[in-house]
């Protein structure tokens, strides 16, 4: 993993840690995966490890979308959790990861294009502050997607029988993001620039769901509305097969796919 990739995975689960509590994500069964990641629960993936056991490759094979459209695949559940009340968490220094994460959050909006003396601009800043105030969690539920699994396969169903060749894992549950909020400290000569910007380029901005808020001559705020979302984590189970199919075209309790935990540990 790219050094930069790294530290922006770390900072991302200590983001975990400040917001998303009542979720079972861990280092142990899940992944961070971009903020830039639109695929979400009930897709099928390849993970591929290192020497060392590390996830090296996040491969998506069929994403929900596509799973979906067969009869019987389980529809995503709401979870029920939200953010009540919006989390923060703060870096209280300027580095370049802070603003690796703000950049590609740029490039999931877009925004990129309409100003990118802004990104420059912000790399000045003494504190970033993050308030993620919209997100949630879905899930798809492992037994009736274990039943669907064997039901399939009975039937010889191709996409069904590469997915269960013991080389694929699911994204059972998913954590989404539809709005951040970050708060930047600046000098005020870098504050009356963006101010400037924003102004020219203000319909632009909200076109892209980007809102800038001037606080003060040494602070403004940027909120990211996401229209569909993104997800920055998944949770993964492994697919594979135990015993064979017969009990099942029998009618018998047989089930022959069980989802595994992943057992890997994110740095």
């Known amino acids: 993993m790219d050094p930069k990739e790294k530290e922006i995975t770390q900072l991302w689960w200590n983001i975990y840690g400040s917001c998303f509590t009542g979720t079972t994500l861990t280092k142990k069964n899940a992944l961070f995966m971009s903020t830039g990641n639109r695929i979400p629960s009930g897709s099928i993936f390849t993970l591929k490890k290192n020497l060392f056991s590390k996830i090296i490759d996040k491969s998506l094979i ?13 529809e995503l559940k709401d979870s029920g959790l939200t953010a009540t009340p919006p989390c923060s ?23 990129g294009k309409i100003n990118v003396e802004l990104q420059t601009l912000l790399k000045k800043s003494k ?36 997915i ?9 549950e998913g954590i989404w993001v539809k709005q951040m909020m970050f708060k930047y400290h600046l000098d005020k000569d870098s504050i009356t620039k963006i101010e400037a910007i924003y102004e020219q380029n203000k319909q632009k901005f909200m076109e892209f769901g980007v809102t800038i808020d001037i606080a003060s001559s040494t602070s403004l705020t940027t909120i990211f509305n996401y229209q569909d979302g993104f997800y920055p984590f998944l949770k993964f189970r492994k697919i594979e097969k135990s015993g064979n199919i017969k009990g099942i075209i029998e009618g018998k309790d047989n089930h022959s796919i069980i989802l595994s935990d992943l057992d890997i540990e994110e740095d």
């Open 89 to 111: 968490t703060s870096l209280q220094y300027a580095n370049s990861t802070a603003i690796d994460i703000y950049g590609k959050l740029l490039d999931g909006t877009g925004i």
């Open 164 to 172: 269960t060749n013991g080389d694929h894992y699911v994204a059972t």
């Open 62 to 74: 069929f994403s929900y979308d596509t799973l979906r459209k067969t009869e019987g695949f389980p």
């Open 127 to 162: 504190t970033l502050e993050i308030n993620i105030s919209q997100w949630g969690q879905d899930l798809i539920e492992e037994g009736l997607l274990e039943v669907f699994l064997e039901k399939q396969l009975a039937s010889k169903n191709p996409i069904i029988s590469k």
